[in-house]
């Protein structure tokens, strides 16, 4: 990456460095894939870094544990199916990411023998960016490397009183550049995550508490009042809303369960035979001609259960009707039958999971007790 020039002079450099560095060794805030100075894991490190992309520290935490009780080292999850690993990924959603990962272990496992040690190589993997090639290069090996996400960012605007939006190429040039002065010297990994605690817990987005900020001296936004106004708010598109209605067919005790096709929304998830409800339809009519294009003749009953999502850039409504078939589609290909007792291992949707546990007790599968499988 070109890099434009200097943005802080060398005095403030240093001292911004030294009181983040105070600030972290004072009390950083405790958390399962920390490791004291030195003895970073970079598996660990790498797995936490993706997660907590677009996720809440304290969101990640439960998923990181069950993820690491089941995949504690590279070669574990290299060698896990992909089914396995997106059902540990359950729930934490961008499943991209979570199948992006096991690729990264085996090519990592099969090109360097291990997580390689720069920056270049790292970013050379499936679903590594600029930040998480600088967070793993910086925290696990010691490197100084920048790492700049949407909390580094805002800090970086208010420090720096770095004027336009962090998403636009000049600013976000900038926002890199003055992390890669910030990050040169000492500790680099304890510096970046100073920064991205500092986000986190003092720096934050509407209200920021400077009255308690280690850096406040250092901070030109403070110094000119500016620190609510810095970095302009992102305009935000409304949520589309996507009305979804699901079929529940269950057949020998078994739920019909279909495969997502593996890009955009839930790729790759298992989920109720469903089908999008355009505006005006009706939910049964759409669902029952969806799943005949795809060779399923479903017969729609009457509806089960429905929930409510709100994900990233949708609004999610799952509507599930009771549905029957004369005769599935031969096995393999895109549909399974799913006993109760398989379905916590199994990759579905946080949505899905939602919508079978809501299902009344008469439209569930059941182990012991069949059900009637017609209305
Ligand atoms: S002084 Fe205020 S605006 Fe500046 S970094 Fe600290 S919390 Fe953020």
Redesign the pocket.
Known sequence: MVLPMPVLPSARRSALRRRLLAWWDAGHRELPWRFPTGEADPYRVWISEVMLQQTQVAAVVPYYLRFLERFPTLEALAEASEDEVLARWSGLGYYARGRRLRAAAREMLARHGGVPRSREALAALPGFGPYTAGAVASIAFGLEEPCVDGNVAR?LA??GCVEGAPEAPATRARLWALAAELVRGPRPGELNQALMD?GAT??GKAA???AR?P??PC?A??ARGR?RELPPARARRAPRRLEVACAVVVQGGRLLLERRPPGGLFGGLWELPGAEVAPGATAPAALAEALALRGLRVRVGKELARVERVLTHRRLALTAFRGSVARLPPPGGQLRLAAPEELPALALSAATRALVEALPASGRPAARRRIREEE
């Open positions: 800090v208010r420090l500092l003092v720096c920021p508490r400077c900020c850096v406040a901070c936004a403070r620190e």
